[in-house]
């Protein structure tokens, strides 16, 4: 901004007594220096220094403007010092919101590392499948998961997962295994917190509206409906990997897995983010990166 041009030379010519001296202590030329201050005279209107060959001297004006510009100097320069502090050692609160065995099983055992190596970091956890609006409440982070290229993300990918459909070998008995996505119709599908499922079909995603008898936000509880023989349900690969190799559940449609699912850090829209909330992503991400999930279909 032009506003502050030539205020920082200055003010150091001020504290340092002189133009070499500023010109020294800023590692600019004294001609540099000079002319700043020069042009900051003339579009201010006034003389700031009386210059001579001996010394300088401040009019009036330049010591009242002098002492204003250098505390906002030095606010200035304790606020980047604060700011480069926070970086190494992050500190305040952060609330967070995430879903599912995701959250209680991967994230919670990561960010109480987290806060173990910055302990001046607190951290308020919810557990809500509800789409939380970020701003409106007052959420810094908000882990979400998203097919790849299918939405806008406004935030940093954490961990990507496949979406698996599976029944269990006794409900397959009973009702038949589907072939493809249209024979989902007429079987019994224990639905999640979202109204259709998602497949792959060539390059494409084809989501389907599929109707059960049983409905729950939770995960784990369409698991357990599912090994139960209920019907047919569709979760990340996370969920259901060890009953998968235990033959408690057998994986249908895999043609049509979708592979590219993922878990996204989001950030609230138009809002300035947080170093330690940006530093508590990165931490995530790196924890996340050395993860080794089970391959499907082995313990």
């Given amino acids: 901004m032009q506003i502050w041009n030539g205020i920082e030379e200055f003010v150091r010519v001020v504290e340092n007594g002189s133009f070499s001296g500023a010109a020294k202590a800023m590692g600019l030329s004294k001609s540099h220096i000079s002319k700043h201050i020069k042009k900051l005279e003339n579009r201010l209107g006034v003389t700031l220094i009386h210059r001579t060959t001996r010394k300088l001297k401040l009019t009036n004006q330049g010591q009242e403007f002098f002492l204003k510009c250098q505390t906002t100097i030095h606010e200035m320069e304790e606020a980047q010092a ?67 290229g299918e939405d806008t993300v406004h935030g940093e990918r954490l961990f990507s997962h496949h979406l698996i459909t599976a029944a269990s070998p006794e409900y397959l008995a009973k009702q038949g295994v589907p072939k493809n996505i249209n024979d989902l119709k007429a079987h019994n599908c224990l639905c999640g917190t979202l109204p259709q499922w998602r497949f792959r079909t060539g390059s ?23 090994k139960a023989g209920l019907g047919i349900t569709q979760v990340p690969d996370f969920y259901i990997i060890n009953d998968l190799a235990d033959g408690l559940l057998t994986e249908v449609l895999t043609p049509f897995r979708v592979t590219r699912n993922s878990f996204w850090a989001v950030y609230p829209k138009s809002h300035h983010i947080p170093i330690k909330s940006q530093m508590l992503v990165k931490y995530i991400q790196d924890k996340f990166s050395k993860l080794k999930m089970p391959e499907i279909g082995k313990k």
């Fill in 204 to 226: 494409h995603i084809r989501k389907i509206t599929v109707n059960g008898n049983w409905h729950s936000n939770n995960g784990r509880a369409l698991v357990h409906a599912a």
């Fill in 82 to 148: 604060q700011l480069a502090n926070e970086i190494t050692n992050p500190r305040g609160h952060i609330r967070l919101t995430a879903a599912g065995a995701f959250g209680e099983d991967f994230l919670s055992p990561v960010i109480a590392d987290f806060l173990q190596d910055y302990p001046d970091v607190s951290i308020d956890i919810t557990f809500t499948n509800r789409i939380v609006d970020l701003l409106e409440e007052q959420y810094d982070l908000a882990i979400r998961s998203y097919v790849d």
